[in-house]
């Protein structure tokens, strides 16, 4: 049997890798237009993959050259495949009808009429991509509309990998979901997936099923980041501590522990465009009640990030012009590369917006990415900031406290645990400020060095008495 993948993104490449190691006898080959992106999955020094992924290297080197195979050769690619996933980007709509709502499905299209116009022989297309609901029937009619609607059957299968944990996620997924209409069709898909899930693990439904749940997933677990970090305001009005309440309230086993975690609020390539794609078809199928409850989780996200950004401005005199502030962690997420929607280009936009002068750190990403965030987000000037030294990447947490006002962790890296407190806090300006954005400092060793800090959700100063801040 022959995959092919078109898209060897954070996704494509992730899965396939996966598969290719768990099927030998499957030959899989990843294709993209994106030249540079290939040639880093191909490159022999496994460091340079483009997505960087906790034991990503050793998947990847087990199966690349045996049954894994990456190339721009997209044509044959899909003329000799068995199996075709579309695993290409679905962003929201930047222009038109939708703009800022609904996902933008030209790529996904695409795809579709280059396998109309290519497959010679009975195939099945694997909706891999996270689409909003009944983009299978698309799919379908531009098959039907070259008389190749009876020999390709079209099946929903969406990733639930989370970026950071995507190896674990693959390997060991709580469920694989598969869409389909063909009984023979899903059971070949099905087979792929049996090589290492258990059966009972592998859910079949009908196609929009699938694809609705897909968006559902996605909307359920922001709304509990949202949920917390609505809570995260409230404590600390009142002196509750968010980490206890989120104790508190997960250990009922109706509600559960994951995804409590109050932060300065969440980011990533999909959840705000994945709930954004909701709203819109809510508002498209006349459910506008549905659409703005949705809307809700991030329009509070949004606060959150703006929340965070303005507590930093206060507690600095309301000034920060030329102040020199540190970053730490400019990723979405810990253990990813990824800065796709990450709190973080939000928080030092507002920071730079009064002149601020950064220091950043992260173990992953480059200034050149940071730059070009910071530039999609309205600071036009990002590039001359850094070439005055006004943005600068640093190699270290001690490095961005050096002579800074104030240090602000916006991502959870796990080295950000274990700060060496005393020798920062001797190289930052007085009063030095920590401010917290993930709740992973030990706030009572900060406070024991001198730090002024703030963490989200935390009112309660550390002898137990409450202080506003
Ligand atoms: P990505 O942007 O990293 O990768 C998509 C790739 O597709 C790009 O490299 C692009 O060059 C390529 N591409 C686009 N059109 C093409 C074409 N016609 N021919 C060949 N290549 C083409 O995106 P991603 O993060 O991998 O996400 C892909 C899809 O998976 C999206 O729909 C996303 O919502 C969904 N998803 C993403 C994640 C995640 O963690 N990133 C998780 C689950 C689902
Ligand atoms: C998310 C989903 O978890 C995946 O199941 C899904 O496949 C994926 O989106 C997708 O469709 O792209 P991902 O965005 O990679 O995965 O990462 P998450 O772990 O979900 O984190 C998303 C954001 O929420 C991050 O910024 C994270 O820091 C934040 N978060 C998460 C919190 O602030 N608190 C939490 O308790 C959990």
Known sequence: MKITCIGAGYVGGPTMAMIANKCPD???????????????????????????????????????????????????????????????NT?????????????????????????????????????????????????????????????????????????????????????????GEDETAIETLVSVYAHWVPREKILTTNLWSSELSKLTANAFLAQRVSSINSISALCEETGADVNEVARAVGTDSRIGPKFLKASVGFGGSCFQKDILNLTYLCDYFGLPEVANYWKSVIELNDWQKGRFAQKIIATLFNTIAEKKIGILGFAFKKNTNDTRESAAISVCRDLLIERAHLAIYDPQVSLDQIIRDLEGVGISDAAERAANGEITKVASPLEAAESAHALAVLTEWDEFTSLPYQEIFDHMLKPACLFDGRNILDAKAATEVGFEIYSIGRGRSLDGEWQVR
């Open 91 to 179: 962003p929201t709509k930047t222009y038109g009808a939708g703009a800022g709502q609904a996902a933008d499905l030209k790529w996904v299209e695409r795809c579709a009429r280059q396998i109309a116009e290519l497959v010679e022989k009975d195939i099945i297309i694997v909706e891999k991509s996270t689409v909003p609901i009944r983009t299978a029937a698309m799919i379908k009619s531009v098959l039907r509309a070259v008389g190749k609607g009876d020999r390709v059957k079209v099946l929903s299968n969406p990733e639930f990998l989370a970026e950071g944990t995507a190896v674990a996620d693959l390997s060991n997924p709580d469920r694989v979901l598969i869409g």
């Open 26 to 88: 499957i030959e899989v080959t990843v294709v993209d237009v994106n030249e540079a992106r290939i040639a880093a999955w191909n490159d022999p020094d496994l460091s340079k993959l483009p997505v960087f992924e906790p034991q990503l290297d050793e998947v990847v080197a087990e199966a690349r050259g045996r049954n894994l195979f990456f190339s721009t050769e997209v044509d044959t690619a899909i003329r000799e495949a068995d199996i075709i996933f579309i695993s290409v």
